[in-house]
């Protein structure tokens, strides 16, 4: 038993050895190492064996897990493997034959099973053979101790001696027999137990054979199937290879084909080869040849660059000196023009630059009338659909610019005479062309928003402000403005903050207080200085360019604008825009007074061009109407004639100073370059030329000294004792309570004297409205107008209404008629009239051209008005009048009245600067003194 279990220990080894190495080999020596074991043993031991060749075969099938390694067994070894094993090694074909979906078993698998199953039959056989003599051998020894028994019976008969021996022998042989029996019995379990496996290894085997005899049969179909295929395929393959032989042939022959053929080539390349070496050859001679010949031109080149150096160096020297000919040319071209400006200075000359316009997106950009524009200032226009001597024009002005022309180079040529704003003088800059010509764009720019885009205006005003800011520290500058628009002859305030126009913010509002006592003290109803007599047009300090961007945004919003069939955003009014500058000199105390007229005019266009109908047909009458009265005051400036028609319109009134003072004037002339207005183009550039030609005589600087200021301050005191004046004949007036025909006559001429209207004295349409006591200031302006200038009062009247409390109180002030109108006569009164200078024969002579214009106080205005009423626009704080003496003898124009004596003496201490009429008395004496007679002595003030 021990011996068995020790061999099979080892057996399992063995495995264990075959079990870590699969190789061909390694695996044959594993059932080597089977085959050794008894099988005899085996035999004698079932019970044990069986529970060991279990565990073997678990263990085989394990290391047998496949087929490929099954095949690596070695047929021999076979032989010497375990029963046990070799029905696993079976066991595991048939499993993996069933596990073949297709069942079919390889021809090797079938001859190893059948070699198995003959093993183990044989094997079988063997120990059927082998039971059957150990149980011959068995009856055989039963049989030879049944004789001994039989004997040793025998024998215990004889003798009782005997007998007992015998009996003790039988007694021992009985236990021997019980042995031999229980041994045999043993033997027969083990028998039993043996021919019981034998039954089961002869079922398992009979099983395996049907299997076996299953597999051979599936492998004989499959082996015909295969051989069937085979024989198939092997035709198939013939076929193939009968092809494959018939493409080798072809390819042979094609190979010897290319053969061939490149040998051909081969001799072709070597031939060519041959050719090019010589062609080689020949090129490399060739190049010698060429470079021989380069090194020759070389040194030619050489000579030829030397003499060219040479050359160039004799035309250097000639370039430098007609270089420095062009320079002295444009020094000498830079001094004529300065010269000429110089001379145009002198003469006051009005400036003129033209600029044309862009064509705009969807016009004929062909088809322009520009034929030539010279640096010079030439222009030549020509209409490019006529031809003939007469269809070129040349004009000539101090610039001009062309459609490229932008913002910033425009600005540049009129800086100059904007900066000379602030050294006292008076300019005007305005624009004049047809609808849609830029006017606008030059003057304002498209749009305030871009920088870049800013026309003439905002450049100026910010301009002056870096200027004044600049200058800060040896002069302060106020500034302030006023924006109006002259729109069917009628003057509206573009930045009046109770109009019924656009409202300010309520900042600017507060501003319009700045200028109250302007209205108190009537200056409105007056000449400006140097220019703009705008009545009732507020002023509005600013002090930043912001400040006027707001300002002027609110004053183009305001601007009449309305379509026409040129122009859908064209502007049918003329627009004014003033900056009155005042300097103060810190260190002489002395006063600038400088201002700046900005017009952008309404379009020139003829009425019929613009197709206008009904009340458009009467902007565009009015327009051109003012445009011709323009026109005339310049032909007349032009002519020197000694009558100038600034009263035909409003337009010419408010630029009257600009125009004929001595002031710097500046035209922008606007062209459009498009052939349909070729006409409208030529009208405007003659038109031009002859303002160019006015000559307005020196501009002068408005400065006035410590001592003009005083004398000033003497007037204002004058003007006050006048109002005292007033006051006093009011009271008498209301104490007498009634008046003569006479009286009436003269309170009327004195009351007409406070408005412009003066002039029109004596006539039944000026007594009724001063009757009515209508006609005051603003008021009395409008009558002058008509209906018009009735709306123009009442809106203003309106806008007195807004202000509230003490503000409210100084427009009806200055608002309200003169109560003299009813009032009596007395010596005061007759004191007006030679205030006046009603007594003077040529009166009617001297007024006659100012006679109708309500704006028309500062005819032939000059620098002594100006100081007067820009002395109003700034008011300076009051001073005793202690220089009052002085006034008449050395500052008081000759043809001026002088003021009443006893009223300068007897009442200094009553002077005030309550506003009230009496100071339009004053303003009536500078009015009457200055009229075409009066300019020189007025120029005695400057
Ligand atoms: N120099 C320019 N460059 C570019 N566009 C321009 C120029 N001048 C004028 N324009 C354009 O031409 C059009 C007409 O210009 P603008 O309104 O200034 O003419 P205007 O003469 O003021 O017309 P109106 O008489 O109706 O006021 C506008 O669209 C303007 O932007």
């Known amino acids: 038993m021990n011996f068995h279990l020790e061999e099979h220990k080892a057996e399992n080894g063995r495995f264990a050895g075959f079990n870590g190495s699969r190789g061909g080999d390694e695996c044959t020596d594993g059932f080597e190492g089977l085959v050794e074991e008894p099988l005899a043993s085996a035999n004698h031991q079932p019970g044990y064996k069986i529970q060991e060749t279990l565990q073997l075969k678990q263990e085989f099938f394990a290391d047998l897990s496949t087929t490929k390694s099954m095949e690596l067994i070695k047929l021999t070894s076979l032989e010497n493997a375990p029963t046990q094993s070799l029905f696993s090694v079976a066991n595991r074909i048939l499993e993996e034959n069933f596990e073949r979906k297709n069942g079919e078993l390889s021809h090797r698998m079938a001859c190893l099973l059948r070699k198995v199953l003959q093993i183990i039959e044989r094997r079988m056989s063997v120990q059927a053979e082998n039971f059957k003599h150990q149980n011959d051998v068995y009856k055989s020894r039963e049989q030879k101790f049944q004789s001994r028994i039989k004997v040793l019976e025998t024998l215990a008969k004889g003798t009782c001696e005997e007998n007992e021996v015998a009996l003790k022998n039988l007694e021992s042989i ?73 493409q080798l042939e072809d390819s042979r022959k094609k190979v010897a084909e290319l053969e061939e053929f490149s040998a051909n080539k081969y001799q072709r390349w070597k031939r060519k080869e041959n050719k ?25 080149v ?20 007609l270089a420095d000919a062009a320079q002295n040319y444009h020094m000498v071209l830079t001094e004529n023009r300065r010269l000429y400006n110089e001379i145009q200075e002198l003469k006051g000359n009005i400036r003129v630059y033209c600029r044309i316009r862009p064509f705009l997106p969807g016009q004929n950009k062909k088809q322009t009338t520009i034929e030539y524009m010279g640096e010079n200032g030439e222009l030549v226009v020509a209409n490019p659909t006529k031809h003939g001597k007469d269809s070129h024009r040349l004009f000539k002005f101090n610039k001009v610019f062309g459609p490229t022309a932008s913002q910033e180079e425009v600005f540049l040529d009129t800086q100059p005479l904007i900066r000379s704003v602030l050294d006292g003088f008076s300019v005007c800059i305005f624009a004049y062309g047809q609808t849609g010509s830029g006017k606008t764009y030059t003057m304002s720019g498209p749009t305030a928003s871009s920088r870049e885009d800013w026309g003439v205006n905002y450049r100026a005003l910010n301009d002056l402000f870096q200027i004044a800011q600049s200058r800060r520290t040896t002069v302060v500058y106020e500034v302030a403005v006023q924006m109006v628009e002259i729109y069917n002859e009628q003057v509206r305030d573009l930045l009046s903050s109770g109009g019924p126009q656009k409202r300010y ?27 703009l007599a705008v009545p009732d047009a507020s002023m509005h300090p600013v002090k930043s360019t912001s400040d006027v961007l707001e300002l002027m945004s609110i004053g183009l919003t305001n601007r009449a604008v309305g379509a026409t069939a040129l122009n859908e955003r064209s502007s049918r009014s003329h627009s004014v825009l003033t900056v009155h500058v005042r300097g103060t000199d810190l260190e002489t105390d002395a006063v600038l007074r400088g201002s700046l007229h900005l017009v952008d005019l309404a379009g020139s266009e003829r009425v019929d061009r613009s197709e206008a109908r009904g009340d458009r047909l009467k902007e565009a009458q009015h327009i051109n109407k003012s445009l011709s009265a323009l026109g005339d005051v310049i032909f007349a400036l032009a002519q020197k004639s000694s009558h100038v028609p600034y009263r035909n319109s409003k337009l010419t009134q408010v630029l009257q100073s600009s125009l004929g003072g001595q002031a710097k004037t500046l035209m922008f002339v606007q062209l459009n370059p498009d052939v349909d207005s070729y006409s409208e183009t030529v009208s405007t550039l003659k038109f031009a030329e002859r303002v160019s030609g006015v000559e307005l005589g020196a501009a002068r600087s408005n400065k006035e000294g410590r001592e003009i200021r005083e004398l000033m301050e003497q007037v204002g005191s004058l003007k006050d004792a006048i109002s005292k004046k007033d006051e006093e004949i009011q009271r008498l007036q209301s104490l007498k309570g009634s008046a003569s025909a006479e009286k009436h006559s003269l309170t009327s001429l004195r009351y007409g004297s406070s408005s412009p209207r003066r002039h029109s004295i004596g006539t039944p349409q000026h007594i009724r409205k001063t009757s009515s006591g209508k006609l005051s200031g603003l008021s009395d302006k409008a009558a002058s107008d008509g209906d018009n200038c009735s709306e123009y009062s009442d809106r203003h009247s309106e806008a007195g209404s ?20 009813d009032g009596p006569v007395d010596q005061s009164a007759t004191d007006d009239v030679q205030l006046l200078g009603l007594e003077d024969a040529d009166l009617e002579e001297r007024l006659s051209d100012i006679s109708d214009g309500d704006l028309s106080m500062g005819t032939e205005t000059d620098g002594s008005i100006s100081s ?38 007897s009442k200094p201490s009553h002077f005030t600067r309550s506003a009230t009429k009496i100071s339009s008395i004053s303003r009536k004496s500078i009015s009457a003194s200055s009229g075409s007679s009066s300019a020189k002595p007025l120029r005695k003030w400057q």
């Not at 050489?302 to 000196?321: F, Y």
């Open 174 to 246: 009985k236990i021997e027999k019980i042995k031999v029996e229980e041994r045999k019995k043993l033997e027969d379990m083990d028998i039993v137990k043996m021919k019981k496996e034998k039954d089961d290894i002869c079922a398992e085997v009979s099983t395996l054979k049907s299997d076996i005899e299953m597999a051979r049969k599936t492998y004989e179909n499959q082996r015909l199937q295969l051989e069937a295929e085979a024989g198939t395929t092997k035709l198939e393959l013939e076929k193939m290879v009968e092809e494959l032989e018939c």
């Open 276 to 300: 090019y070496q010589r062609f080689i050859e020949f090129q490399v001679d060739a190049l010698q040849d060429l470079r021989a010949a380069s090194k020759f031109m070389k040194n030619e």
């Open 302 to 321: 050489l000579k030829t660059r030397r003499q060219h150096s040479e050359e160039l160096n004799g035309l250097g020297v000639k370039l430098k000196g």
């Open 505 to 531: 913010p309520s900042h600017m509002v507060s501003l319009d207080m700045f200028f109250l006592d302007l209205h108190t003290l009537g200056i409105w109803n007056t000449a400006q200085p140097n220019g």
């Open 802 to 821: 807004q202000h509230s409390g003490d503000d409210f109180k100084l427009h009806k002030e200055s608002y309200q008629p003169s109560k003299l109108a």
């Open 868 to 905: 007067v009423v820009e002395y109003t626009l700034f008011p300076e704080p009051p001073k005793q009048p202690e220089k009052s003496e002085n006034i008449e003898k050395s500052a008081v124009p000759s043809k001026l009245p002088k003021p009443p004596q006893k009223l300068l003496q």
